[in-house]
């Protein structure tokens, strides 16, 4: 579901008609109605306590094992905890037992959407319509179908009647927003996307602010703080405003994770960086980062594209250097690899994917892989032997600025769609982004390059879950630029 809590309040299917004779006695769970049990299950599922919501589910089945709730709750729970197949297969049968809940629908929509079954996933979020059309969080959730589909049109007109229904609704805004930047409708997006700050997740990203809001006024004489308010990826996409926020105030404090504090407080104009609220100075005003696009009014042919923006440590440049001439072969290209992104970010199952699957990769040409990987997963431990040069450096990694230092050293980064896409585009260096259906916003449209990152070329999956296609396009690029360089030194050397 597109909403902050992926469970919602389940309709009684048994809900009795009027009777004609007195009703029998209701069935009960360890002393309980079924209706209590179920609220129980689903007040645990809501605090994620998973395995003791599913342990009520199990008993009302056991009692009942055809008890369409507990079904339909029991797969929602399931595919809470990973196992989304098993979600769908008991979502079906609930369905099958009483086919007429669209709550069921949307969820059933929403799991084979992110398991790449489109046809089920629209069939299924169209009946949750027309069950229920004037339910706004089931048209967002079939909004985002629609975008997978690349039938724009329709999601727009889903999110349109959401709107109009729920004029507040922040997760409808917010995909309207995503849907306006990928297509390069930058005035209306940015406005949109500001709505992210009202969602469930944008709530929790910053504390009770006391200062005022930032509206791109100059603070002539007054302290500003910017704010790092989403992953890292989105932190170093905006950190390129900063200097032009600089402009405009006396000065600027920034406030972010510690591990972004050796890149980003480097950038021109940064007075303090701080990693912990409690160290933050007085300020007159506020802003996260990521509002500074639309404060800055960015159009595509406006975005600051002075590159690089970021800068390593020189020394660290330098330790890298002869760390990997001492341990990689020469006269070859040296080649980053990131294959998977943070397990909790809410597009990781479509974005990253297991090292097996960039094998093609390693007779592409003659080359040295480097892992960006951090942390290494350990199922790909004995893959990487596969690679040539390529070890585990997750321990040595220790922050943003000594990735920086080593990938200064490479003379290309592959990756998923991951914070090593952004950090190798503001050093200026090449980077090859893998691009998974549908694409985050920033990457737009159908285009193999990117007006945020120049030295970036894109590799788009055809449709949901496809990489085969992609990775195949990239090994032949990856095989031409090997055997177009073997004439030639390597730079790094």
């Not at 996307?193 to 009202?198: A, F, M, Q």
């Not at 009770?208 to 308010?229: E, K």
Request: one cysteine or more; aromatic letters at 6%.
């Amino acid at each position: 579901m597109s909403g902050n809590d992926p469970v919602q309040q389940l309709a009684d299917p048994q809900a009795p008609a009027a009777p004609q004779q007195p009703a029998p006695a209701r069935p009960t769970v360890n002393g309980e109605t079924v209706e209590q049990a179920l609220a129980r299950a689903q007040a645990a599922a809501q605090a994620k306590r998973l395995h003791e919501a599913g342990g009520i589910c199990a008993d009302v089945l056991a009692a009942m094992p055809e008890q369409p709730a507990a079904l339909a709750l029991q797969g929602i729970i399931a595919a809470m905890a990973g196992d989304a197949e098993r979600g769908i297969s008991l979502l079906h049968r609930a369905i099958q037992l009483h086919p007429g809940n669209p709550t069921w629908y949307a969820h059933l929509s929403s799991l084979c959407r992110n398991t790449y079954r489109m046809q089920e996933a629209l069939e299924a979020g169209q009946e949750s319509i027309r069950l229920d059309a004037g339910n706004p969080e089931h048209l967002v959730n079939l909004s985002l179908v629609f975008v997978d589909v690349d039938d724009r049109d329709r999601a727009m007109a889903c999110l349109l009647r959401a709107l109009g229904l729920k004029h507040d609704h922040a997760d409808g805004h917010l995909a309207m927003a995503q849907t306006l930047l990928s297509m390069g409708d930058f005035d209306a997006g940015w406005m949109e996307y500001e709505w992210r700050n009202l969602t469930g997740a944008g709530k929790a990203t910053m504390p009770a602010m006391t200062s005022a809001p930032w509206n791109g006024m100059r603070l002539a004489n007054g302290r500003l703080l910017l704010v790092g308010d989403q992953g890292y990826g989105d932190t170093i996409q905006f950190a390129r405003y900063i200097p032009m926020v600089a402009e405009r105030c006396q000065e600027v404090i920034v406030g972010c994770s510690a591990e972004m504090a050796p890149l980003l407080a480097k950038i021109p104009g940064v007075s303090q960086y701080c990693h912990r609220w409690t160290d933050i100075p007085g300020h007159a005003a506020h802003c996260r980062l990521s509002s500074l696009p639309y404060l800055f009014r960015t159009q595509t042919d406006t975005i600051p594209s002075r590159m690089p923006y970021l800068q390593a440590d020189p020394a660290r440049v330098t330790y890298w250097h002869d760390r990997l001439a001492a341990t990689l072969p020469s006269g070859v290209k040296r080649i980053g690899l990131a294959w998977t992104g943070r397990p909790t970010h809410p597009n990781d199952r479509r974005r990253s994917m297991p090292l097996a699957q960039f094998d093609a990769l390693v007779d592409a040409g003659p080359a040295a892989f480097v892992s960006l990987q951090k942390p290494l997963p350990a199922r790909d431990q004995e893959v990487m032997e596969r690679f040539p040069g390529m070890t585990d450096l997750a321990g040595e990694l220790t922050d943003f600025g000594e990735t920086a230092a080593l990938i200064e050293n490479l003379d290309l980064v592959i990756t998923v769609d991951t914070s090593m896409g952004h950090l190798a585009g503001a050093l200026g260096k090449p980077v090859w982004i893998l691009i998974p259906k549908a694409a985050d916003w920033r990457w737009m449209l159908e285009r193999e390059d990117s007006p945020w990152y120049p030295s970036a070329r894109l590799f788009r999956q055809p449709r949901p879950g496809a990489w085969d296609e992609p990775i195949s396009r990239l090994r032949a690029a990856l095989a031409r630029s090997l055997a177009e360089a073997r004439m030639e030194p390597v730079g790094t050397e």
